[in-house]
């Protein structure tokens, strides 16, 4: 069992930057594909973007060009740089651990680790 606490959100104008941290309690994150997901009130969670234990990264086509995912494997952290935001992006943004990058892109649904999630709201 991996806990995954994230931070970092909080409420930007459109058009801002924020970086969101997920912190893992594990040995080690090396042997975990690591992912961000999203939830807008009413709607249901969808995926962001994710990084392989090799370091290949993914992303939804609505944040490709604007968010960039990291990992710091030293350090136990990932991050999710988000620039150019839009209000659409306003979610509960949730870090997720897996063993494959496939099943963070496509099979979320057989994820056991996330975190608590972490508000960002962007206002017009």
């Known amino acids: 069992q991996v806990q995954l606490v994230e931070s970092g959100g909080g409420l930007v104008q459109a058009g801002g930057s924020l970086r969101l941290s997920c912190a893992a309690s594990?040995?080690?994150?090396?042997?975990?594909?690591m992912g961000w997901f999203r939830q807008a009130p009413g709607k249901e969670r969808e995926f962001v973007a994710a990084?392989?234990?090799?370091?290949?990264?993914y992303y939804a086509d609505s944040v490709k060009g604007r968010f960039t995912i990291s990992r710091d494997n030293a350090k136990n952290m990932v991050y999710l740089q988000m620039n150019s935001l839009e209000p659409e992006d306003t979610a509960v943004y949730y870090c997720?651990?897996?063993?494959?990058?496939?099943?963070?892109?496509?099979?979320?649904?057989?994820?056991?680790?996330w975190g608590q999630g972490t508000q960002v709201t962007v206002s017009s």
């Open positions: 997720a651990a897996g063993g494959l990058v496939s099943t963070i892109t496509n099979q979320a649904h057989k994820l056991r680790n």
């Open positions: 594990v040995r080690t994150i090396s042997n975990y594909a």
């Open positions: 990084i392989s234990r090799g370091g290949n990264t």
